[in-house]
Structure formats: C-alpha cells, structure tokens
T-cell receptor, first 116, second 111 residues
Framework: GAVVSQHPSWVICKSGTSVKIECRSL??????MFWYRQFPKQSLMLMAT?????????EQGVEKDKFLINHASLTLSTLTVTSAHPEDSSFYIC????????????FGPGTRLTVT | QQPVQSPQAVILREGEDAVINCSSS?????VHWYRQKHGEAPVFLMI?????EQKGHDKISASFNEKKQQSSLYLTASQLSYSGTYFC????????????FGTGTRLQVTL
C-alpha cells in the first residue's frame, strides 16, 4: 500500500514555457503532500507543503508565482513551473502523508525536468 | 538549517559494517532515514521518535540521541543492495509533517 505516482517521469521543455507535474496517491487519501526539488548530487529541498482544499505553504525563497501548486482533491496535487528557465532544470519529487498524525512520507518516483 | 551527515561518502566491501551520522544544530522531535538510489525516489527506512530510542530491522538499525541532537544509522554485514545515498530527515516542528533533509551520505558496496 501507500503508493504515490508522478507524471510525467521526465519532460523537456523550451525556455519560457510552462510545465505541469502531477502527483497522485493511488491507494490512499493524502490530506498533505509535499513538493521537493533535488539538484544533482544534492539533498532534497522542500519547496512547499500542499494541503487539500487550501493554499500551499511555500518555503522561504521559493517563488509562489513561478511554482504554482494546486491540491484540488485528496489524491491529486499538481506543480506547474511557469515561464521555465534552464536553471529550473532539476529532479522534482512529491511525497504524501497517509493521514493526520502519521509520520511516514511516501515519495513518488520523481520527474526529471530539463529546460532548454 | 540543514543537518550535516558524515561521512559524505563511503566505500565498503560486501559484508563490512558502516555507520552514518546525522547531526543537527536545532532540537529534534524525530529523525527519519531514507535511502535513495540514483535517479529514483527516496525509500523510507525507519523513524526514530523522541525518547532516545533505537530501532532496527534486518541488518539496519539506528539510534537517536535527542540531547546531542544526533542520530546514527548502522549498517551491518552490508549487501550490494545497500548501495545508494542515505538521507536523514529531521523534524524540527514536532508535527512530523515537515522534514529538513540532511546533506546525504553516498554509500557504495563492492564485491
């Protein structure tokens, strides 16, 4: 149980375009999902916390208008990278908590974004 | 502030033991350990809650010293499948809902 999927697994886009990444909890309802960014050989950096039905909470230094997060249902959160630039190229990973008061974060397989 | 892990990298022969440390400058409520293989998502290993507990399954165990704000992951009789990058995720808020991940330790197990 506790499977999280992401789509697409990789995407190449041109500079200036927008890209949407989906994160789904397949066999549970996720009231809270997290979005991370990971540059090569670096750690996971939390970008934002997404709660179903409310606005996402962004970490310091993360541009809200550039990284749009929508958590419209208990099984789906989306991250849209708007006006992408080459420096946005990274591995984006989502994770989800299985319920209130739980501790384990289950991670999706990640999305490799390359902006040319 | 990001927890510091040591060592940064280690190479082991199959069957050898390793210890990975995670040290925080802030008080910790819990520590979560993950292993990530190249190009894949992190996989949960275990959680240690406040109380100085130790945990383990199979040949991987961990300890948490809340007074020292440190946690250690112990890998015994390492297997090739243990290769990957290990991250500690620290809970600084007490809600366990937001983790700050450590700098990572790259572990390679060879024949």
């Amino acid at each position: 149980g506790a499977v999280v999927s992401q789509h697409p697994s990789w995407v190449i886009c041109k500079s200036g375009t927008s890209v949407k990444i989906e994160c789904r909890s397949l066999d549970f309802q996720a009231t809270t999902m997290f979005w991370y960014r990971q540059f090569p050989k670096q750690s996971l950096m939390l970008m934002a916390t997404s709660n179903e039905g409310s606005k996402a909470t962004y970490e310091q230094g993360v541009e809200k208008d550039k990284f749009l997060i929508n958590h419209a249902s208990l099984t789906l959160s989306t991250l849209t990278v708007t006006s992408a630039h080459p420096e946005d190229s990274s591995f984006y990973i989502c994770s989800a908590l299985t319920g209130i008061g739980t501790y384990e974060q289950y991670f999706g397989p990640g999305t490799r974004l390359t902006v040319t | 502030q990001q927890p510091v892990q040591s060592p940064q990298a280690v190479i082991l022969r199959e069957g050898e033991d390793a210890v990975i440390n995670c040290s925080s400058s802030k008080a910790l409520y819990s520590v979560h350990w993950y292993r990530q293989k190249h190009g894949e998502a992190p996989v949960f290993l275990m959680i240690l809650l406040k109380g100085g507990e130790q945990k383990g399954h199979d040949k991987i165990s961990a300890s948490f010293n809340e007074k020292k704000q440190q946690s250690s992951l112990y890998l015994t009789a390492s297997q090739l499948s243990y290769s990957g990058t290990y991250f500690c995720g620290t809970d600084l808020t007490g809600t366990a809902s937001k983790l700050t991940f450590g700098t990572g330790t790259r572990l390679q197990v060879t024949l």
